[in-house]
């Protein structure tokens, strides 16, 4: 029996952990001069295919979190491929016939995943989009492919031919067939994109979780770190393998057991290889990435997927001010050195792999 199952483990694993353990850590006790909301201002919504929860915690403000949400709406209805007149489905029907001007935000999201399609020489593609339609993980249709359709859909596939342009603001896929497809990036850019709102709004302490692309903005209240968990791929929601603590930072995790495909016993993923039209095959259940910025973790958690986990630590380790946690499929914990300091790996099941 054909079986697509998407949950939204990912979403709620990183928001049940901030609930978990911010929610804890807020209990800590502050100093008299430091104002400290009780509670949260928190709203959330089903958006992007995902659960968003953004939490305000020095503003009650309801109306300024209404805007923020207004502007993730804004950028779904851009972005998305799942609705009909989007920006991004006529620059998909444009392919072949002629270039699309879009806004300066989609331009520029854009500029960044195909920055990092080149940086992996194409194992992350942001033209990957008919190879993702082909599939359908996570929607009720999902199926395995015919050989045939893999291979007419894989020449399809290549960033190179992706052409941008700064001048007008426009882009132009060469091919007619070939389609962009921003899943595995946008919502690091929404989450970049709202923080930076919030901060322009005088917000010094939030939480922006975008179906598990969580950011942390500012520290806590009373300007401690946040304890930030990260999920068991093996295990139901909110249960971790350890947390880590900290301020001003993006937690994205791209894994095996969120959006996935079961058909005659195998089970498939949903981040495709464009050489294979497979989904990759290696040795992470789960990679998170600690980064800046949510669109540089957002790229980099799929990407980085793509290289398994030797390789994915070592590329990490080439990039200053990342940081990455790699889960094997045989619970064996990998780390940047850095987040070997600040990591507590407190889970029995698990324990800290070496090469
Ligand atoms: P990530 O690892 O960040 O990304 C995986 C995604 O990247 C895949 O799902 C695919 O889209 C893409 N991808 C696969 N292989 C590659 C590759 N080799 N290189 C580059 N990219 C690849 N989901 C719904 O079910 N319904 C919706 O209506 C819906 N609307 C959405 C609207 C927007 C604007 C966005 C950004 C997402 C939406 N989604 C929707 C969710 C989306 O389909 C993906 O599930 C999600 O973006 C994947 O994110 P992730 O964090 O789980 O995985
Ligand atoms: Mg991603």
Redesign the pocket.
Known sequence: MLNSI?RHK?ALFLASLCTLFVGVGCQTSSTPETPVATEPLRKTRF????SITLSLYDMQDKALLDRAFDKIAE??N??????DN?L?TEVNQNAGIEPTVVTPEMFDIVEK?LHY?AL?DG????T??P??KLWN???PDARVPDQEEIDVTLPLIDYTKLELDDETKSLYLETPGMQL????????Y?ADQIASFLRSEGVEHALIDL???LYTLGTKPDNSLWKVGVQDPYNPRGQIIGYMEIANKSI????IY??FLEHEGSTYH?????DTGYP?ENDIAGVTIISDTSLDG??L???I??KGIIDGLDFVNTLEGVDALFISKDRKVYMTEHLKEIFVLNNPEFSLGTF
């Open positions: 998407f990912k958006m992007m295919g995902t950028l779904e851009t972005l998305s491929l799942n609705q989007t991004l995943g399609s992996t194992a992350f593609d942001i990957v989009g190879l993702v993980i996570g929607f497809d921003l899943g595995s990036i946008a919502k690091g929404t179906g598990g692309n994205v995790t791209s894994g969120e959006r949903h981040i495709l290889d464009p990759f957002d790229a958690s799929t990407a997927f793509s």
